[in-house]
């Protein structure tokens, strides 16, 4: 299965790359040897699993968001596109006022741009929608120079015209492990994206992180929706007492209940792909690597 190169709701990739282009031009083509070697450095400590190292000073964070979070903005634009219950939160085409996302592990960037870039051409039609979209990025380091710079470009490159009052983006740096409902205003939530982060967080803290899911289950309202994405395939497995299997089954378990069993009902599974490609347009223009993505999601609604 492959999503589209360009979902025909979205702004063109090209323009996402460009929005990167734009927010970073002074790294990517003033210093461009220097991102490079912030980049080798970034990847050998992911690599060593220190994240820690590859965190912890904001070159490296831009490096890191320059190099990685171009490509999955894109991508994810496209998913989010393609997903229509998804559509229409980030368009905004439901009713009952503001839409809500928070976004776990998104202090990089790419979930923030690949939100805007779907709510953008929604707000140039005739009449758009009184509603507009509130996004909540929470990641455990702090991000906030990057993303804050991408929402200065979104603001003035794509959100003009009074529009940008629209599309209200706060970054909170904290554990999710660590937070509360409240905090989280998990009960006022349209969408929660966890995208290439549970495996993260179940590597730091399995309970907690069940804890966490279970947590969403208490406090999410009738509605809501849930999407997950990790890697496609046996880097997502996860081992519980002596055995291995997908972290997918073990999430559908604390969501939709044991297979077979009457406790279904505090989820719901509407969509799911076990791999799914996004493949770039190779013609793209930026100055480092765009990777292709492939990966599993799964997307859930609370009942
Ligand atoms: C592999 S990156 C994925 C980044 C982004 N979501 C994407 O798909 O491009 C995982 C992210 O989760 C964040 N993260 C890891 N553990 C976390 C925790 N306990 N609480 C909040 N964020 C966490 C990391 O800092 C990192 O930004």
Redesign the pocket.
């Known amino acids: 299965m492959s999503l589209p190169v360009h979902h025909g709701d979205t702004l063109p990739p090209q323009e996402v790359i460009d929005l990167f282009k734009r927010t970073f031009s002074h790294e990517l083509y003033e210093d461009l040897a220097n991102v490079r070697e912030l980049v080798q450095k970034v990847k050998s400590d992911l690599y060593n699993r220190d ?1 820690t190292a590859a ?1 912890d000073d904001n070159a490296k964070r831009v490096a890191y968001c320059c190099r ?2 171009p490509a ?1 903005a894109v991508a ?1 634009t496209s998913l989010f596109a393609q997903l229509e219950p998804i559509n229409q939160v980030v368009r905004c085409q439901l009713q009952g006022g503001d839409q809500r996302v928070l ?6 960037g ?2 923030l741009v690949a939100l805007a870039s779907l709510f953008t051409p929604s707000r140039h039609v005739r009449t758009p929608s009184n509603e507009g979209l509130q996004i909540h990025l ?4 702090d ?1 906030t120079n990057v993303v804050s710079r991408l929402q200065d470009q979104i603001n003035t490159n794509w959100l003009y015209n009074g529009q940008s009052r629209f599309c209200n983006m706060e970054f909170t740096s ?4 660590k937070m509360d409902p409240g905090q989280l205003q998990l009960n006022q939530l349209n969408l929660i ?1 966890l ?3 549970t495996n ?2 179940f590597s ?1 803290d399995k309970s907690g992180s069940i804890k966490f899911l279970q947590s969403l289950t208490t406090h999410c309202q009738r509605g809501c929706l849930l999407l997950i ?1 990790e890697s496609a395939g046996s880097y997502s497995h996860i081992t519980v007492g002596s055995k291995k299997f997908p972290i997918q089954f073990l999430i559908d378990t604390v969501l939709l209940g044991k297979r077979g069993q009457d406790n279904h009902g505090n989820w719901t599974l509407v969509d799911q792909s076990d791999s799914i490609w996004y493949r770039g347009d190779p013609d793209m223009d930026y100055p480092l690597k765009l990777e292709n993505m492939r990966c599993f999601y799964r997307l859930y609604r609370k009942l």
């Open positions: 994240y965190f990685w979070s999955r994810y976004c776990v592990g998104g202090g990089a790419g979930e929470v990641d455990i380091y991000w904290n554990d999710i492990l994206t995208l290439f982060t993260e967080l730091q994405t």
